[in-house]
């Protein structure tokens, strides 16, 4: 039997409010609440809910045979505790059935790993402490935010004790060697590194609604896949189903005889990432020297930094953080933490028409000058 | 004495400094006893206005509710034209309508009001063209009311001025607040300069905001000097004190920049005097206070020069926020290029804020208890805001003496000088 592995994000940044230069120093206050709360409301309820009530259906059908991994970001699930705890019963109701293996990832949803490695500690530390009181579990496989990776990351990863790591199938790394094969760090190989199958992921979050996608296709894919090829890694955002794609396009239908459908017509099962290592030997190297992610055509970092007003805010951010981690108020850590989401910097990109990059440096700045002013 | 006089803005609806200017001189006329009918185009945009409406200055709420000197309006008539909802008048039928109204009959005048006027329905375009339609009505205008002297202020206006001049044969008075050069550096706007230049042309006499602004017009329009007054501008004293706002939040120095992010106002050197002052001092805030086309590359700047933390954008701000950012202010910058005046300045030095303003400016030529710097030396501008923040000597006698200095900076002289400059064009 091949391996057929699933496994979603999520996740929702808190979004900052406006806060004006008349602000600093006296309002220390920076999260849009109204917002954060309608987002984070509306998404359990189109999303979270029906597709957990879904997953734990799949679940009582098909028993040990329905497996896959969510990572769960910690602003996420601050927010899910305040302003929708229903949503976040719900998963601790999934991931109890054991069927549902819980990734390690960084607590903001942060890009901290190209930053600081210290920093990039403690925000593993901070989700590990979280997964553990919130879902009592303690996760083995580590998938970075975007699944941003390269040499050095994996390397610290596997100094923080995970022995495999999620990444992107980026083309311009692999070259003609094929995702669908278990491979192992540059540096250190006890990490184990599994690849995500981008055409596949895409094919069901970007293409399903407008290009009539079925579980068909998808079987026949399946089924068109080298026979030596091991495993078929799928990543998708969890706010695909209900929210980015709405019920309407029978996603949720989709999703419900995609399973029997692969295990029926296929020789795949479904499986954990962590289940894969267990089971499969890696067959090579995965030699990612320049850090890749799996945003945009180019699957570089230029989604989060490389403009000036990116690189300006990234570097005051993380100038912060060994007053930071020295300081004793916990305000402050959190307010840190939180402005650390990788959203902050991809909202400063200047590469795709549309947003507005300089408004949102010019709030964030004002933000972190305050922070800033606290931390004296 | 009455004065017809035509501008293009008034409090509240203005963009620059040219409506705050004349809201002070015509109240400082009005303590001279001089009478002030005054014209402006109505604000852009508002569509609903079908009819064209000429209104009393005791109609007019917004602009005189707030005003506790009252009794000075009712020697100012406040009138709105709505230029831009007159709809597009072609060519041809402008060419005709000119001549007509050249013979200033009163029913040309009452057809261009007429809502049943057969008009191509089209609305204008550009500005070219609200100017040519304002000429068109401001002679009109000057046919129903009785006037001594006509003052037209800044290029758009100066076709209303000379046709109401050539209506009505009353001495012109044209007054320059800015040059084409001011606001385009040397790349000029040909049509711009040919308007202002045959305005100037046109005028009995011309009245520049400062000797800075009388040597471009002497030098670069060719106008006879003889005929070139300088009145400097004056600022509306204020009772307001900063104990009425918030103090900065921050712990450190705050240096601020306001006004619009144009080439004019030089907002790049400011830019590179606060890394410069960073260099040595990196407590230092500094804040750009305003918006313009330059603005974008501002920020990218900052950005690239890696002082986004102390270094803050605040958009366009106005009425209390203006006064808000003055008292959270510990300097003033104003680094302009060329500026005929620049009355922001006074206004902070009002409120007890030290300034530093470039020597090409119109205002440095009025007031003694400030920092001058040429505007490109960007060494220079540095050491004078790092002399004010960290020297309290400098700093306490700035706001002392500025503000002092200031206040006897009234419209009610420059007034009395503008009355001048119309009498010796009446020929009294």
Known sequence: ?376 | MRVLMFGWEFPPHITGGLGTACFGMTKGLAKNGVDVLFVVPKAFGDEDQTNVRILNASDVTVDIDHETERSYWDRVQYMEIGSNIIPYVGPEQYATMFEEQRHATQGFHSSVFAPRYEFSGKYGANLMEEVARYALIGSSLATKYDFDVIHAHDWLTYSAGIAAKETTGKPLVVHMHATEFDRSGENINTDVYAIEKRGMEAADLVITVSDWTRNIVIEKYGINPDKVITVHNAVEPSDKSLDEYESSGLKNKVVTFLGRITYQKGPEYFVEAAYKILQVDPTIHFVMAGTGDLLQKMVKRVAQLKIGANFHFTGFLKGNDVDQMFAMTDVFVMPSISEPFGIVPLEAMRLKVPVVISKQSGVSEVVEHALKVDFWDINGLADAIYGICKYKAVNDIFRKEGKEEVDNLKWEYAAKKIKAVYERAIGL
């Open chain 1, 1 to 376: 039997m091949r391996n057929l592995c699933f496994y979603f994000q999520v996740h929702q940044p808190y979004r900052l409010r406006t806060y004006r230069f008349f602000d600093i120093g006296k309002r220390h206050f920076y999260y849009d609440d109204y917002k954060n709360r309608i987002t984070m409301q509306r998404v359990a309820e189109r999303c979270y809910i029906p597709m957990n009530n879904l997953m734990l259906k799949k679940i009582a059908e098909l028993g040990n045979k329905m497996k896959f991994a969510i990572s769960f970001s910690g602003v996420g699930i601050e927010q899910m505790e305040v302003y929708a705890p229903y949503a976040l019963e719900s998963f601790k109701k999934l991931v109890a059935t054991g069927n549902v293996e819980v990734l390690a990832e960084t607590y903001s949803h942060s890009v901290a790993s190209l930053m600081n490695k210290d920093a990039f500690k403690m925000e593993v530390a901070e989700h590990k402490r979280l997964m553990k009181e919130i879902f009592n579990v303690r996760p083995k496989t580590f998938h970075n935010t975007e699944l941003i990776y390269s040499n050095e990351i994996g390397a610290d990863v596997a100094e923080m004790g995970f022995d495999l790591m999620l990444t992107e199938g980026a083309k311009h790394v692999l070259g003609w060697k094929s995702p669908n094969y278990l491979y192992v760090n540059a540096i250190n190989p006890k990490l184990k590194v599994m690849l995500r199958n981008w055409k596949m992921s895409d094919e069901i979050a970007f293409k399903f609604s407008h290009e009539n996608f079925k579980v068909d296709d998808f079987v026949n894919w399946l089924n068109s896949i080298p026979e030596e090829e091991e495993v078929v890694s799928v990543f998708i955002d969890y706010e695909t189903f209900g929210e980015a794609l709405d019920a309407s396009t029978g996603i949720f239908e989709f999703m419900n005889y995609l399973p029997d459908a692969v295990l029926k017509d296929t020789d795949f099962q479904l499986v954990t990432p962590h289940q894969v290592i267990d089971k499969l030997q890696p067959t090579g190297v995965f030699d990612a020297p320049i850090p890749l992610s799996c945003r945009d055509e180019e699957r570089d970092l230029s989604t989060w930094m490389g403009n000036d007003m990116q690189d300006d805010a990234l570097a005051t951010l993380y100038g912060c953080f060994k007053k930071v981690k020295a300081s004793k108020d916990e305000e402050l850590k959190r307010d840190w933490r939180t402005l650390q989401a990788a959203e902050n910097f991809a909202a400063m990109c200047s590469k795709h028409a549309g947003g507005t990059p300089y408004d949102y440096y010019i709030n964030y700045m004002n933000i972190l000058t305050d922070f800033i002013n606290r931390m004296k």
